[in-house]
Structure formats: C-alpha cells, structure tokens
C-alpha cells in the first residue's frame, strides 16, 4: 500500500514537471513564432508570375507588386503571402509590360504601362475596385517609371523611339483624368522617377545616371550619381536611395551622390521597395533567361 502510495506521489510530481515544461516549451514557441512574423530577410519569395514595380505601403504592412506576365496587381503580407488585388484591362498583344505602381491618396493604385510603342498607357485601379485606364495619353510613349508627391500630384516617365532607332525621353506631370504635361525633356530612357521631399528624381538607363530636379523647376536637373543602367528607384533610410539595375546590381545612393553596392548577384533588377517599420528592403529579380532553371523571384534583405 505504501509503494502504491509513493508511486501515485511519484506521477503526480512528474506529471507536474512535465505540464510546467510543456507550458514554458508551448509558452518559448509562440514567443518564437510572433518574433519571426516578421521576416527581416534575407528571404526568397517565389511568385508566380513576373514582378517588375514594387511598392511598399506601411501603415497597412503590404507589399504591392505590378505582375507584368499576368496584367494584374498582387499584394503580399507576412502573414497571408500573396493575394490577387486586381486584374488590369486588356493590354498589348507584345505584352502588358507593367512598370513601377504607386498608391495615391484616394487609395487608386497606378501603375505605368510599356505598350511596346503601339498601346502604351497608365492603368490604375478605384478604390472600389474597378480596373480602368487613363484617357487620351499618347500610347506610342513606352512608360515605366511612376512617382507620387507629398501633395498627391502623379509623374511618370517615358521615351519614344525615334525613325533613326534612338530614344527621346521625358518626365510628365500625369493627371488620371487624361493630361499628360512635359516638366523635364532631353532625357533618353528614363526607367524611373521619384518625389522625395521638394525633389524629383530620375534613373536614365541609357545616359547611365541618376538626375536630381526641384519639384519646383524641374527643367534645373542636375546629375546626382553615375552608374550603370539603373532602373527604378526607392526612398531608402536616412535619405538615401536604393536603386535597381539591368546589370543585377542594386545600389545604395546618398543625396551627395555616393553610391554604393547594396547586393548585388542577380540576374536583372527590376523594382525595390523600403520597408522603414522593420528595416529590409524587396527586390524584384527579373529572369533573363528562360533555360537556366530559375524563376522571376523577389528577395527580402535587412538594411542595417
């Protein structure tokens, strides 16, 4: 009787010790599991699909993504992965060529259309939902970069192909009614612009720098850095900014104009976009050749 005593002691204690560790064990693991919610890279996301233009929207911790193979607009959140926001209208028969997206004020997202010299257009989503393109643009003018200002005024960039096969290229002050106003011409393949502050600033793939214009006077640009063809572009912490590159390259670029390799590695650099909250940077890797056994990917680093 004693030894069945003990022994029914003995369980009790055990059973005691081992609920107390599986409560600290369950207690470390969920603990473990929000700390890691958020994945400060480096990271792979495998998409599917082709992402070119990047935006990152912090108050709602999402990544919106313009998927040129699919003429749509995707999200992603760390905690959901992708979601479908939106089919485009139909595009080009050579492809949609989706470039950079932004979000405006009246919560329409805008993306550029390349259009191949034949259908090139801006295309944009209501805040109900509505897929529609914005009137009466030029749709010879191949379209890529797209930017907002602090007062919700849209710029996108362009370049049209010339009879002797050169490239002249422009920024525009955009409206989504259907207006489309040169402010800085002279360029030749503006992949980029960007407002930052009271400035814009543009990636000229084909000159080979990154100009910096006031808001104000736009035609007054002078060239920030050189690098080799840069693409779209990103406001980076401390008011540096983080550029993509043809050449796979992406670059970290101070307002004096130092620049850096951030990574480098890749295949084709398309969009960046800047997470401030939780300090990492997304990277759309563009797949140049469609042999080699990869895929279009984005990548997530951390800036530190």
């Known amino acids: 009787m004693h030894k069945k005593l003990h022994f029914s002691g003995l369980f009790i204690v055990l059973s005691l010790v081992f609920f ?13 599991n929000n700390a890691s919610e958020v994945s400060r890279g480096p990271k792979l996301l495998t998409i599917d699909g082709d992402a070119n233009g990047l935006w990152w929207d912090d108050a709602s911790q999402t990544l919106y993504i313009a998927d040129d193979n699919n003429n749509r607009i995707l999200t992603w959140t760390d905690a959901g992965g992708f979601s479908l926001l939106n089919d485009l ?3 080009a028969e050579q492809g949609s060529g989706l470039g950079q997206l932004v ?6 997202v805008v993306v550029t259309r390349f259009g191949f010299g034949k259908l090139g257009d801006v295309a944009y989503v209501d805040a ?6 914005v009137p009466n643009l030029d749709p010879e003018r191949r379209r890529i970069g797209l930017t907002v200002d602090a007062s919700g005024q849209l710029y ?7 009879e002797n096969g050169a490239r002249a290229g422009a920024i525009g002050k955009l409206s989504l009614e259907g207006s489309e106003e040169i402010i800085i011409d002279g360029l030749q393949k503006p992949a980029a612009v960007l407002a930052h502050g009271d400035e814009l600033f543009v990636s000229d793939q084909d000159l080979g720098q990154i100009l910096r214009a006031p808001i104000a006077s736009p035609g ?3 060239v920030l850095t050189q690098m080799e063809s840069p693409d779209l572009l990103t406001v980076g912490p401390d008011s540096t900014l983080f550029a993509g590159s043809a050449t796979g390259n992406v670059y970290q670029v101070t307002l004096s ?5 951030f990574q480098t590695g890749f295949q084709a650099v398309r969009g960046v976009a800047y997470d401030a909250t ?6 759309a890797e563009h797949d140049e050749v469609e042999s080699d056994g990869l895929d279009h990917a984005i990548h997530i680093f951390p800036v530190d």
Do not use: H, M, Y
Not at 20 to 32: E, H, I, K, Y
Not at 103 to 108: A, L, Q
Not at 278 to 283: A, E
């Open 128 to 133: 109900s939902g509505n897929a529609k393109i």
């Open 103 to 108: 979000i405006t004020r009246d919560n329409e």
């Open 156 to 162: 996108d960039s362009w370049f049209v192909r010339l």
């Open 89 to 91: 209208p139909t595009a």
């Open 220 to 222: 007054d640009f002078t």
């Open 257 to 261: 104009g130092q620049a850096s390799v």
């Open 20 to 32: 107390t560790f599986t409560a600290c064990s369950d207690s470390d693991s969920n603990n473990t």
């Open 278 to 283: 939780n300090r990492r940077l997304f990277i």
